[in-house]
């Protein structure tokens, strides 16, 4: 029998699990966590379930209410056009800061990602392959901090970003297609200029439309969940 995982490394083990439940449409905005079901569910005490809980907090995935408990975060219209703002403004910058160490082997990695994103037709997939895709273009960086907003940013707006891919997929995908094959042709060609301009634009044309839709931003809370399961378990 293994020894139990000491208190720090269980609850980075759970905070990492409840984060990908959490990123993966699993546990959506408004669902309640609770502590007690997380313990049974990691065979660990209330102390490890907290802290996890702690660094879900941090990163913005969950909310913490003082004597009432966790819910995973939710956002407001006006939340999420803050939070696109900024994308619009710093994303740039990282992505100036590491285009002269791009090769043409990441361009064409890149290439082989937006293949892949318009033979795809599977949201989930999408998401994967989209974040693939800008994080490669970023991946030359030197600015952990800036890289680590920005992650922070692409987390707590996952959600929101799913449901905009399950119209856009419908209505307006090859817009997204020619916006990434313009910044990859911006990357490609070494035009700081265009690419930051191509991909402020294509920020900001999301955050609009997102504003189209306040269906996605309002509704009654949903009812608990328990942390191993999602609505389509039945």
Do not use: C
Not at 63 to 87: F, K, P, Q
Not at 186 to 198: E, G, K, P
Not at 206 to 233: K, W
Request: proline content about 5%.
């Amino acid at each position: 029998m293994s020894a139990p995982l000491s208190a720090p490394v269980a609850s980075q083990r759970i905070a990492e699990v409840m984060a990908g439940r959490i990123l993966a449409g699993q546990l959506p905005p408004g669902a309640r966590i609770k502590q007690d079901r997380l313990a049974e569910e990691f065979d660990a005490s209330r102390i490890p379930v907290r802290e996890a809980l702690r660094i879900l907090e941090s990163r913005g995935l969950v909310t913490l209410r003082a004597n009432a408990g966790a819910w995973v975060s939710e956002m407001d219209l006006h939340d999420l056009d803050v939070s696109y703002r900024i994308r619009e403004q710093i994303e740039p910058m990282l992505l100036v800061e590491s285009m002269p160490a791009v090769t043409e082997a990441d361009v064409r990695h890149m290439v082989e990602l937006e293949e892949e994103i318009e033979a795809n037709s599977d949201v989930e997939r999408f998401l994967v392959l989209d974040r693939q895709l800008h994080w490669a273009a970023y991946a030359h960086h030197h600015s952990p901090q800036l890289a680590a907003i920005i992650e922070r940013l692409w987390d707590t707006t996952q959600h929101y970003r799913r449901a905009f891919t399950r119209l856009a997929v419908r209505q307006r995908s090859w817009v997204i297609f020619s916006e990434h094959r313009l910044l990859i042709e911006a990357l490609s060609a070494r035009d700081a200029d265009t690419a930051a301009a191509v991909l402020a634009m294509h920020i900001s044309r999301t955050r609009l439309e997102l504003s189209t839709h306040p269906e996605l931003f309002v509704g009654a809370t949903p009812p608990d969940i328990e942390p191993g399961r999602s609505d389509a378990d039945g």
